[in-house]
T-cell receptor, first 111, second 116 residues
Framework: GENVEQHPSTLSVQEGDSAVIKCTYSDSASNYFPWYKQELGKRPQLIID?????GEKKDQRIAVTLNKTAKHFSLHITETQPEDSAVYFC??????????FGTGTKLQVIP | KAGVTQTPRYLIKTRGQQVTLSCSPI?????VSWYQQTPGQGLQFLFEYFSETQRNKGNFPGRFSGRQFSNSRSEMNVSTLELGDSALYLC???????????????FGEGSRLTVL
């Protein structure tokens, strides 16, 4: 089955700096890669996703890149703000397969 | 549009007991999936249902079971509870189409289970 590895597990950045979270996946059949943000005590929510026919996608201060050959994808957050502090989960899915999540990255933005 | 609703929100059980958790998906969503969340382990997939059929199952023991009703509401059951079953159980719904799914998961707030 699919295996998703996520790094780093914790990340501290100064407000205004950029943050990068990286994930690798094992199943070449995976074609959908979402990212979820979970604030403390709240439910995970989708912040951005990318499909395998696209190499990069941006939404304001966040972007995701996908390298299908290397089987890795990354989340980039620019100009970080305190409200970006949360746990971020990457995930991978292909067709009818289950969604497999990474183990999460706790991002702390220091004001 | 109402979100995903999970009940109960909190519950405390003792070892050996069983528990049933309920999930009402967003209206019109036919796919419901369940996840176990523990510190350091992220979101572990339990099972996924679509139109009352289990489509996928995670690597959990047979003590964990689930079902989906004709109105798409879902329940999961854990029998013979163990201390390690203490976790937040999250349900998510999606507007899964028959041709596969690459859609957004909408999570409920979860049911926090404590096993003593």
């Amino acid at each position: 089955g699919e295996n998703v590895e996520q790094h780093p597990s914790t990340l501290s950045v100064q407000e205004g700096d950029s943050a990068v979270i990286k994930c690798t996946y094992s199943d070449s059949a995976s074609n959908y890669f979402p990212w979820y943000k979970q604030e403390l005590g709240k439910r995970p929510q989708l912040i951005i996703d990318i499909r395998s026919n696209v190499g990069e996608k941006k939404d304001q201060r966040i972007a995701v890149t996908l390298n299908k050959t290397a089987k890795h994808f990354s989340l980039h957050i620019t100009e970080t703000q305190p409200e970006d502090s949360a746990v971020y989960f990457c995930a991978a899915r292909g067709g009818y397969q289950k969604v497999t999540f990474g183990t999460g990255t706790k991002l702390q933005v220091i004001p | 549009k109402a979100g995903v609703t999970q009940t109960p929100r909190y519950l405390i059980k003792t070892r050996g007991q069983q528990v049933t958790l309920s999930c009402s998906p967003i209206s019109g969503h036919r796919s419901v999936s369940w996840y176990q969340q523990t510190p350091g382990q992220g979101l572990q997939f339990l099972f996924e249902y679509f139109s009352e059929t289990q489509r996928n199952k995670g690597n959990f023991p047979g003590r964990f079971s689930g079902r989906q009703f004709s109105n798409s509401r879902s329940e999961m059951n854990v029998s013979t509870l163990e201390l390690g079953d203490s976790a937040l159980y999250l349900c998510a719904s999606s507007s899964l189409k028959t041709g596969g799914n690459t859609g957004e998961l909408f999570f409920g707030e979860g049911s926090r289970l404590t096993v003593l």
